[in-house]
């Protein structure tokens, strides 16, 4: 199975990963809902609280605590030496974790089957975010643009997808982090008409001929033949100029591929 077909799938399985959102730790935000427990104080358990507009959640004995913009580990910290500085409790070690995270969002848009904003997990990577979109569709490139905000200017990067699962020298798989975009570009296609079973619109794949091109429209008619082939292509001025085509012909981006009949 190609990577087209894998993500073609809408049913394409991801994996929430134990790695980072970012370079970086996962950083809290509001809608974040997370867990709090103190070693030997179960009293002080909390299994699902959620952090307020503020980036506060409300403890017992210490009440609103912001933790909004920390890591996970940097508001269990905040929250023990809060506890330590309120002398509730000498040593306290918090645990904290994320139950679920719905702070941190991209968007996906473009040629996928479901376009839209979706809520990034811990270690959401490209292939995770496409997935969650329903993949690419047929229409979709192999390319996709992740669009990121750099030190305020929108800054993109070209990624090919099917380098993210070559066996040699495979493309990193990015990990995506909040207010990423990504966008899949439509796929450059070709026309074919004339003496075709099915003629139409198709995707150009890298390296295509004529005698591929032909394939991909069924084949030809009983009465068409691939000699004499013409190749309307875009020329100067935006005028179609017809170029005379062989078997080994190299399609490109818009091209009209027109097949005849034979004279026998």
Same mark, same amino acid.
């Given at each position: ?125 490209? #292939?995770? $975010?496409? %997935?969650? +979109?329903? =993949?690419?569709?047929? *229409?979709?490139?192999? /390319? ?64 295509? #001929?004529? $005698?591929? %091109?032909? +394939?991909? =429209?069924?084949?030809? *008619?009983?009465?068409? /033949? ?39």
């Amino acid at each position: 199975m190609s990577i087209r077909d894998l993500l073609l799938l809408t049913g394409f399985v991801f994996a929430l990963t134990l790695g980072q959102a970012n370079a970086g730790e996962y950083m809290l935000g509001t809608g974040d809902i997370v867990s709090v427990s103190v070693y030997g104080h179960p009293e002080l358990e909390v299994k699902a609280v959620e952090v307020d507009a503020k980036g506060e959640v409300v403890l017992p004995l210490l009440g609103y605590v912001a933790i909004g913009g920390m890591s996970p580990t940097g508001a269990g910290k905040a929250v023990a030496a809060k506890l330590k500085e309120g002398g509730f409790i000498l040593k306290p070690y918090v645990n904290l974790l994320v139950v679920k995270y719905d702070s941190q969002q991209a968007v996906v848009l473009g040629q996928v089957n479901k376009p839209g904003q979706y809520v990034l997990q811990r270690g959401s990577r490209l #292939t995770d $975010l496409l %997935a969650q +979109a329903g =993949g690419v569709s047929p *229409t979709g490139a192999n /390319t996709v643009i992740l669009q990121r905000d750099q030190g305020g200017k929108r800054v993109d990067t070209s990624i090919r997808l099917d380098g993210l699962f070559a066996s040699t020298s495979p493309v990193t798989d990015p990990p995506i982090a909040s207010g990423d975009v990504i966008y899949v570009p439509q796929a450059s296609v070709f026309y074919i008409e004339g003496e075709v079973q099915k003629p139409g619109a198709y995707r150009l794949e890298p390296g295509m #001929t004529l $005698l591929q %091109a032909i +394939a991909l =429209g069924g084949g030809l *008619t009983r009465r068409g /033949t691939d000699r004499g082939a013409e190749i309307h292509r875009p020329g100067s001025g935006n005028q179609l100029e017809a170029i005379a085509a062989g078997k080994d012909a190299l399609i490109r981006a818009n091209d009209v591929i027109d097949i005849g009949q034979s004279l026998f």
